[in-house]
């Protein structure tokens, strides 16, 4: 971790170049992964369709991270497209933009968080984060249903 040069965490808009090739990059690595039946995964415009709030993690200028989250009932979000650059993991910048989406969802009214993750060892360090941060295992929620490929956590926020 790099304390004389931090992180900073924004919400963005996928305008910039960077930001797109991150999450297209994330969109590549999900769909290569999984079925498309089994992939929940939003390309970048769908995430704009979908009115949910971007948050970039940024060193130096340099795009880290991103994640974001989207409201799907009067007082439940979910997280969708947390990744973290490839030469950035290891650096907290997961974490970094999980405490702000949980923050934001606090913000927000917010009374729980959600999330759909996969069940294959690519998917394991997220599983992880997830349950250091205090998310548990839960049934399928909103429009998911049970899958093999998937699992489903959530956590009061």
């Known amino acids: ?68 989250i989207r409201q799907i009932d009067t007082n439940h979000a979910e997280l969708k497209s947390m990744h973290t650059a490839q030469a950035a993991r290891g650096q907290g910048v997961g974490q970094t933009i999980l405490t702000h989406l949980l923050d934001r969802a606090r913000g927000d009214g917010m009374s729980r968080v959600s999330l759909e993750t996969g069940t294959i060892d690519l998917f394991a360090p997220a599983r992880a984060l997830y349950l250091r941060n205090g998310f548990e295992e839960c049934p399928p929620f909103g429009d998911y249903v049970l899958d093999p490929l998937s699992v489903f956590m959530t956590r009061l926020v």
Request: net charge negative.
């Open 1 to 68: 971790m790099d304390t004389l040069n931090p992180l900073s965490v924004a919400e963005e808009d996928i305008s910039a170049e960077d930001v797109r090739l991150l999450l297209k990059r994330h969109f590549d690595v999900m769909r290569s992964n999984s079925p498309i039946s089994s992939c929940h995964v939003m390309e970048p415009d769908e995430l704009l369709d979908a009115q949910a709030t971007l948050l970039t993690a940024r060193r130096s200028g340099e795009l880290l991270g991103v994640g974001a």
